[in-house]
């Protein structure tokens, strides 16, 4: 499976035991603190390599040690960064997410480079792999966005669309656009239900499918996964881990279920793949945690109870 994977790179930096912001200018001794690869395409690109893909970056980073970091943490994964632009006016995009001992994740979020990259910036080669995946279309807007998803298509690709902004029914407006170039949409199930009105998740997934989406794919976090198309609605649940941080958990949902895809499974094996895949994220720090590859998260589906 050779994947290209489009927009959102970020650095993510995990501050564990944060119990509350101090006053002023003192200190506070915390647990962790650990820096990771993440981004609707940038962790997704990583889980995938884990899970054997072949994966290229295309997306754009600063010219400054931020960058230096995430390109590093992609490159250790096997994940190809050529692709990744460098803007000298942008800083790299990073996010500081200080985990509470109740698992609760604030987090401080620039944006950074990710709000420069536009089409004009993405290698052609992109388009020639298996599967291209767009992570964070609204930064391009639909328009341009649908352009690199049916340039793919007619590379004779698939395509997945993956949007990182909290759901809203303007920003469904702002992307509408893409929707019928994308063989896979991949929301969080408040995105569903924020884009659409729905009070009920399928309903709300189903409109998604008749906006243009070919399969829309659901993480319901303990709840696990739903699954629509305009044939059928799969559910399947999440397995019992111990939680340590959700954070990436979405884009590891999103690998895996790519993945399976591409080995030919069905819906629900594919989705039971992602949330397993999912599951490992979980039970770590970011979306890096952990050292698995897809003969462990195989390993871990056959003996590891759902909940």
Known sequence: MRVSVVGVHVLDTHVIGVESIPEGSDGQLVETIRMSAAGTAGGTGLVLARLGADVASYGAVGDDMTAVALLTLLAEEGVDVTGLVRKQEHQTSASVIPVRPSGERPAWHCIGANGAFTVADLDPAAHLADHVHLGGPEFLGGEAAGQVLAAARTA???????????????????????LPHADYLLPNDEQVLGFTGATDLAEGARALVAAGAGCVAVTQGARGALVVT?????????????????????????????????????????????????AQVASGLGTDAGTYDLAAVEAFMATRPTR
Do not use: M, N
């Open 156 to 178: 004779g690709a698939t395509t997945s669309l993956d949007v990182l902004a909290p759901g809203d029914p303007d920003l469904l407006a702002w992307i509408a656009e893409a």
């Open 230 to 278: 305009a044939d059928e609605v799969v559910e399947v649940p999440a397995y019992a881990v111990d939680v340590v941080d959700t954070t990436g958990c979405g884009d590891a949902f999103s690998a895996g279920f790519l993945r399976g895809r591409s080995l030919g499974r069905s819906l629900a094996d594919s989705a039971r793949l992602g949330c397993a895949t999912a």
